[in-house]
């Protein structure tokens, strides 16, 4: 059963596994925009496998509070993957995680990959991983989308806005990350938002292996039996 809860800003919904003791915590990182109940499925999925799963909203977004993009998403993240790792109290009862795995995908991909390089998960998977914001097509027109269409779901100043596209809000190209074999980046050979080229660059600089499937842009909705279970196998090594 899906439930739900708060820590601090961040409103998140989670499953625990009835395996005891479960394998670790996977917190699952959404793209942008986003339908949370399109990731039901994958948490079930993820459950039925013996992970407890997270799934956070970004702050000031959803029912999350908070402005988003006020300062780097995985900040929060991060301070969320801290607490679950140290306690965290779930329906009166104290929860710790055992070993944390990140999923993230396109924009969640982004934030996966700097969690990455802060050494403070198991094991990464950024799947189509939005590696720069000014190359993504059509990225001009996504702010006014988002204020039409997700109006109060996504709560935002314009100006931080344009420091995401600019990459000063965080920017990838800063990031070392350590231990690259504990990364994995899967990605479409035919996606048409993210760049390939991008993808395939930051993976050879950071030596992290990029797993392609002959798909358009991936999403957390879009992850089919083959990726679940090549994404299962790399956390259980």
């Known amino acids: 059963m899906i439930k739900s809860s708060q820590y601090k800003n961040l409103y998140f919904t989670y499953a625990l596994s009835e395996s005891n003791p479960p394998y670790g915590a996977a917190i699952i990182l959404d793209g942008l925009p986003s339908n949370p109940s399109s990731k039901d499925q994958l948490i079930q999925k993820l459950a039925r496998h013996d992970f407890d799963v997270f799934f956070p909203r970004y702050e000031g977004t959803w029912k999350s509070k908070g ?40 924009f969640g991909g982004r934030i996966a990959l700097d969690i990455a390089s802060k050494n403070v998960a198991d094991k990464t998977c950024a799947i189509s991983p939005a590696i720069s914001f000014r190359r993504i097509a059509e990225i001009d027109t996504l702010e006014n989308h988002l204020r039409a269409e997700y109006a109060g779901d996504y709560r935002f100043n314009s100006k931080n806005w ?6 000063d809000v965080w920017n990838l190209d800063n990031n070392k990350i350590e231990n690259p074999s504990d990364t994995l980046i899967i990605a479409g050979n035919n996606d048409n938002e993210i760049k390939k080229a991008d993808v395939f660059e930051f993976g050879k600089k950071n030596k992290i292996r990029i797993s392609i499937y002959d798909f358009d842009h991936i999403t957390l909705s879009k992850i ?14």
């Open 224 to 237: 089919t039996e083959s990726m679940l279970e090549e994404i299962l196998e790399f956390f259980s090594k």
């Open 67 to 106: 402005e988003f993009l006020k300062r780097n998403p995985s900040k929060a993240i991060i301070e969320f993957i801290k607490t679950l790792q140290h306690g965290v109290f779930l329906r009166g009862k104290k929860y710790i995680a055992r070993k944390i795995f990140v999923l993230g995908a396109s």
């Open 162 to 167: 344009y420091k995401l596209l600019e990459e």
